[in-house]
């Protein structure tokens, strides 16, 4: 079964609409697969963000990521990388459609609500950089 990388960020939690969010993806079918609350470190961060550390937006999205607690979820399912990446809509909220979770509550490309694996191969980094993979089979 397919495994993907969820992170509910500190917007999502500030406006308290975490379950809401979680509910869409259980009513599609997906199981929780593993779950943890975190506050997130920059050198995290950096490791997560690699291919935005060395551009000047990498300082606003660490500030952002660290401004309050995350929750860290692994979703499974059939497709699952696929269709949450169509659940949650594109990167920027401004574009994002009405009917994605984005497109719904988030404001703009860093506050998105949520943050979707893009790939079997993020899914499966991004899931050893946040869990010890021991616990699961990717």
């Not at 990498?58 to 860290?72: D, L, T």
């Not at 499974?76 to 809509?89: A, H, P, S």
């Not at 860093?110 to 991004?126: I, T, W």
Request: with cysteine; glycine share 8%.
């Amino acid at each position: 079964m397919e495994k993907t990388l969820i992170i509910f960020k500190p917007d999502c939690l500030k406006k308290r609409i975490m379950g809401t969010v979680l509910d869409r993806f259980e009513r599609a079918g997906f199981e929780i697969a593993g779950c943890k609350m975190a506050k997130l470190e920059p050198d995290l961060l950096k490791e997560h963000y690699a291919h935005l550390a060395d551009k000047p937006i990498f300082p606003g999205i660490s500030a952002f990521m660290e401004s309050g607690p995350v929750v860290v979820m692994i979703l499974q399912g059939d497709n699952v990388i696929k269709r949450v990446r169509e659940m949650v809509g594109p990167t920027d909220s401004v574009h994002a459609p009405t009917g994605t979770i984005r497109g719904d509550y988030g404001y703009n490309a860093m506050k998105n609500v949520v943050h979707a694996s893009d790939s079997l191969e993020s899914a499966q980094a991004e899931i050893g950089r946040f869990f010890d993979v021991g616990d699961f089979q990717i």
